[in-house]
T-cell receptor, first 110, second 114 residues
Framework: GIQVEQSPPDLILQEGANSTLRCNFS?????LQWFHQNPWGQLINLFY???GTKQNGRLSATTVATERYSLLYISSSQTTDSGVYFC????????????FGEGTQLTVNP | DGGITQSPKYLFRKEGQNVTLSCEQN?????MYWYRQDPGQGLRLIYY???????QKGDIAEGYSVSREKKESFPLTVTSAQKNPTAFYLC?????????????FGEGSRLTVL
């Protein structure tokens, strides 16, 4: 199956700062998605972004499928942005199964 | 409200006992999934079902069993054969049964085996 590498593994920011999280894939992927896991464990789907760029408020994501990576941008970070950010993708031969990265642990301090 | 409901949220069991985790969705989604998460790690796929009365093993299916008798329900049984069952279990669903579409998660069930 495909390998998913996320960077950085940990990130500490002051409130108001901007950040970029990266996700690299070992092979071509379909159905690339970004999730945020809050401190209580709930996973929220942020973006379904197989290719191109999407924006939702202070968050935006870009996927360059041909180069097998995706970026998540967080602008003007808030303490509520803290948590773990996961990316996941489905390999072209995986058959309906997403492979998740290990996540980026984000802490936003007031 | 539409969503995915997992129960119980917390469960304690003695070693050697089977436990069943419930997952119900009212989103009319075809596909449902069970993932396991260990502390500080990503999610690993246990089982998935793309359609009623059919399911496939994921990457870590040993020691687990599932059923999909109804579209809205996908219970997971953690059997005594699972060597390290203490974990956070997440159920998810997606609209389509083909390629994984946009994935939506329940709130999870934390299982602790004493």
């Amino acid at each position: 199956g495909i390998q998913v590498e996320q960077s950085p593994p940990d990130l500490i920011l002051q409130e108001g700062a901007n950040s970029t999280l990266r996700c690299n894939f070992s092979d071509s992927v379909n159905n690339l998605q970004w999730f945020h896991q809050n401190p209580w464990g709930q996973l929220i789907n942020l973006f379904y972004i197989p290719s191109g760029t999407k924006q939702n408020g202070r968050l935006s994501a870009t996927t360059v499928a041909t180069e097998r990576y995706s970026l998540l941008y967080i602008s003007s970070s808030q303490t509520t942005d803290s948590g773990v950010y996961f990316c996941a993708g489905e390999g072209e031969t995986s058959g309906s199964r997403l492979t998740f990265g290990e996540g980026t642990q984000l802490t936003v301090n007031p | 409200d539409g969503g995915i409901t997992q129960s119980p949220k917390y469960l304690f069991r003695k070693e050697g006992q089977n436990v069943t985790l419930s997952c119900e969705q009212n989103l009319n989604h075809d596909a449902m999934y069970w993932y396991r998460q260990d502390p500080g790690q990503g999610l690993r796929l246990i089982y998935y079902s793309q359609i009623v009365n059919d399911f496939q093993k994921g990457d870590i299916a040993e020691g687990y069993s599932v059923s999909r008798e109804k579209k809205e329900s996908f219970p997971l049984t953690v059997t005594s054969a699972q060597k390290n069952p203490t974990a956070f279990y997440l159920c998810a669903s997606s609209p389509t049964g083909g390629n994984t579409g946009e994935l939506f998660f329940g709130e999870g069930s934390r299982l602790t085996v004493l």
